[in-house]
């Protein structure tokens, strides 16, 4: 990338449209002499001309702030409905852009304040741990003092005025929600917000259909709605799992928060495709039966209708069980069987347990790795366990499933058709943890010489040697809780002899789960006598993510060592005999 931007034109046409309430306004440029071939506006990439033009169309319905990046400048722009806007910029840093139209006393207030906006975030990096060790008033003080300095020199339009007030408003009362669980992280002192607190972190514009495209809307509303159907499963206890609680308290709270039917309708949507997603549809189906029944807006009927059927979609070619109900909550086991084998033939199985930090992801992430296996013989589960949620689930809830879908499919091998003696268990990431633990801290079934530990392991990127101490405070209790520590559930700590044969397939710049702590693994686990294999795959990070990328978000593994991984997989199972 060049360090010089040359001179740029941006207009801004007003267009109508057909429609009375949305106006389309078409974002035109030109670059003089372009070092980029794109320009980045409201996300997107727009092509940018060998001559410098390009154009960019929006429909807009209610007031607006647009990001806007090009080579080394990064800047936002405020619309409305009403309104255009032409730029233009002479040189390679802010100062050097200039309006001209409508709207120049907010969009050049956007720009003085980039640099006020940078030293909060800097202020709040570097002093995060100490901000949230004060007492509830002190905290409050402070952050209002710093939205009062995105406030400073206010001179603008009023839409202007009152969009970035509300907008500043969602995003730091935001923050204030998460007082008490970071207050408790850093200090161990259990807090709850005070009445005064609460009034003043809600901001009433969240039932304002206006402030839905402002950029801070959708994050606040959610966490707001999340704060307040807490606080109702509290005052209602039940033994029913806490995310079927969660969805009574929000099928309750959103008309009441709501006068606006899309609002009601939005939200609502959201909420119910989170919760198939998280807990799966054998566990969302009085929730789908509200919506149907609730929902007037037509587009978010449409939006359900197709994300239903998707989900269905993907159920119909292969068994599903459920191996466990506990709290009203069912856990799905889904069974990928080979064709052509009889009802007498037990052969060798292997479960699979998905990656997410134990606090997210579905067997569906599971179902293109269990179809492989199916297909070289194997009777293939993609397995669906309890993900951790801050109130009744945590990590020890997930191993225990672990444990009790292989013990399940030991008990129902015959029917399953599964040597029972021959099971695998493939997982990466949390989810190679789980696999492990199940061997490390197995269960059994005396009496039936059942037993939960898997006959091999094939662990991808695993967690099997947990961080611990400080900076990891918030990682601990979101995982483990207050009741348990790291170590007793960190497999690297107990390892023994008698362990199944192991293999381990590793990125060497993993920065997730790194190298330091699966080597000690493997070394341990050969120590004590048990077979294990360690391939570890240089140039790559997390889930086999180039080291170009960060590794700790969405995977996005280098085609060629996830071939080479994948391989190693499968040699490791021909040896023992499984395919």
């Known amino acids: 990338m ?36 794109v320009i980045e ?30 080579a080394n400048l990064e800047w936002s722009v405020f619309l409305l409905p009403e309104s255009s806007l032409d730029i233009q910029i002479y040189g390679e840093t802010l100062n050097a852009i200039e309006y001209k139209g409508a709207l120049i006393p907010s969009n050049n207030f956007l ?9 909060i975030n800097d202020f709040l990096n570097q002093n995060w741990v100490q901000i949230h060790q004060q ?9 209002d003092s710093l939205k009062g300095r995105l406030m400073e020199d206010l001179t603008a339009d009023e839409a202007f005025v009152k969009a970035w007030k509300t907008d500043i408003d969602f995003a730091f009362n935001k923050i204030m929600l998460y007082y008490p669980r970071n207050h408790f992280y850093y200090t161990g002192e259990k807090v709850e917000l005070s009445d005064e607190s609460i009034s003043y972190i809600k901001v009433p514009e969240i039932d304002t259909l206006a402030c839905f495209d402002l950029p801070s809307y959708k994050d606040f509303t959610k ?24 969805m009574d308290a929000v099928s309750k709270l959103i008309p009441e928060t709501f006068s606006s039917q899309y609002l009601k309708d939005y939200w609502y949507t959201e909420y119910l495709k989170e919760h198939i997603e998280n807990n799966g549809l054998c566990n969302s189906q009085p929730y789908i039966k509200h919506f149907e029944a609730s929902c007037k807006t037509e587009l978010f009927e449409n939006e359900m209708t197709q994300y239903l059927a998707s989900a269905n979609d993907q159920r119909d070619d292969h068994q599903i069980a459920i191996y466990k109900s506990e709290y009203s909550f069912n856990l799905e086991a889904h069974i990928f069987k080979p064709e052509g084998i009889s009802a007498n033939d037990l052969g060798p199985a292997i479960v699979i347990f998905h990656g997410g930090g134990w606090n997210s992801g579905n067997p569906t992430w599971a179902f293109e790795k269990a179809k492989h296996f199916r297909d070289l013989g194997m009777v293939a589960i993609a397995a669906q366990y309890r993900l951790c949620n801050v109130h009744d ?19 129902h091998s015959d029917s399953l058709g599964i040597d029972p003696d021959h099971i695998a268990a493939y997982g990466w990431s949390a989810g190679a943890h789980l696999v492990s633990s199940a061997a490390i801290f197995s269960e059994s079934i005396p009496e039936k010489t059942i037993n939960s530990i898997p006959d091999a392991m094939i662990l991808i990127s695993p967690a099997v040697s947990l961080p611990k101490g400080r900076g990891w405070e918030g990682w601990k209790f979101n995982v483990f809780g207050a009741n348990t520590t790291v170590s007793s559930a960190n497999p690297v700590e107990h390892l023994r002899s008698g362990l199944p044969p192991t293999i381990i397939l590793q990125g060497r710049d ?9 080597q000690a693994f493997h070394d341990q686990m050969l120590s004590h006598g048990n077979h294990s294999e360690l391939f570890i795959y240089d140039g790559v990070g997390h889930l086999f993510t180039p080291n170009t990328m960060p590794d700790n978000r969405e995977p996005h593994p280098d085609k060629e060592v996830q071939r080479k991984a994948d391989d190693e997989a499968d040699e490791f199972l021909k040896k023992l005999g499984y395919i």
């Open 223 to 246: 966490d707001w709605l999340d704060y307040q159907s807490e606080r109702l499963v509290e005052k209602e206890p039940s033994v029913k799992h806490y995310n079927l609680m969660k």
């Open 111 to 119: 720009l003085r304040i980039v640099s006020v906006s940078q030293e």
């Open 41 to 70: 506006i409201d996300g997107l990439s727009i092509p940018v001309s060998e001559d410098g033009e390009f154009i960019f169309v929006k429909e807009i319905e209610r007031p607006v702030f647009l990001d806007i990046s090009y």
């Open 393 to 411: 689930i945590t990590a020890i809830e997930s191993m225990s499933d672990a444990r009790d879908l292989i013990i399940w499919m030991r008990l």
């Open 2 to 37: 060049r360090n010089r931007l040359p001179f740029l034109v941006l207009l801004f046409a007003l267009l109508q449209s057909c429609s009375p309430d949305i106006k389309q306004y078409q974002i035109r440029g030109i670059i003089s002499d372009p070092s980029e071939n």
């Open 135 to 143: 007492d509830q008033e002190d905290y409050i003080s402070t952050i």
């Open 510 to 518: 993993d920065t997730v789960t790194p190298l330091e702590g699966v």
